[in-house]
């Protein structure tokens, strides 16, 4: 639906949950920005252009705001469809926007590779299955403006989720495409229940990012998995998203209080039921901020790091030897 002048919010799914893709469309041409799932363009995203009457010749760029398998997985079936498209992203994310392997081998597998919790073959099979993603023609660094006339809209990096996850600012209607920039406390079904942890991986970023929101005049901000939020819903989810990220960065430090030895895994299993009400396996998603802050009290000298039998171990930086 057409959310705001010449911006549309069009719905996929991926798993049970909403994954939005979106449209910003001017005098001069659009832009598609992500793409969902390799079944998303022919369930929606093409079939929505054709409602409003929009050319496909007419989408100048498609904007992949970062790698994860619903934002890029739709790449190939936008390609053949929209032939003046240019695919873009930022260059931190892009041999895995473009190259489900690498995405496999990279995001998904450096738990497996250094926590000792890798993906199951079904998950593997299943992701390989859904997501096809095409090649990057270009990057963006942030900074950059798009006039599509009548509508101009600015490249921000919004850092935390991802390495250089993207966003777009329309200055003009103060609306602004966050994608999953920032996540809340949960990440939730259709029905609204709790489906898993906000999945920030660098909680560093991830703070200056929504430092660098809550200083955006924003009336309406539009992400890729919640309703779209007016000022004061911003607002509210802003003070959220802060808040899970403070506590847990809390409740990871209270646990090197003694001094014992622990891992990536027994922490996500410890701390995710005292965050939110989720599947023990979905909780297991408690991993990426958990493994962000744990690198941080690293990087700080609180803790150091070690492989035991091949699985990162971490420990109070003064504990006994």
Known sequence: MEIAPGIHRIETEVGGRVACVFLLRGENGAVLVDTGMNYAPDENILPYLAEIGCPPEDVRQVIITHCDFDHMGGGVALRAALPNAQFLCHPAERIESQDVEMLIAHRMGEFGRDHGMPDSDETLAWVRDNVSPTGIDGVLA???QIDLGGLTADILVLPGHSAGHLALYVPDRKVAIVADAVLGASLLFRDGSPAFPPTYRY???????????????????????FDPMDKAATAAFLVETRDFMDRLDKAVAREFATGSATTVRALSEK???????????????MSWPVLGHLERMVASGAVTCERRDAVCTYQRADAPG
Do not use: C, K, V
């Open 203 to 225: 909680p560093g970023q991830y703070a200056q990012t929504i430092d660098a929101l809550e200083r955006l005049p924003i009336d309406l901000m539009l992400t890729s998995h």
């Open 142 to 144: 942030g900074g950059e």
């Open 271 to 285: 701390l995710a039921p005292e965050f939110g009400n989720w599947t023990a396996e979905a909780g297991m998603l």
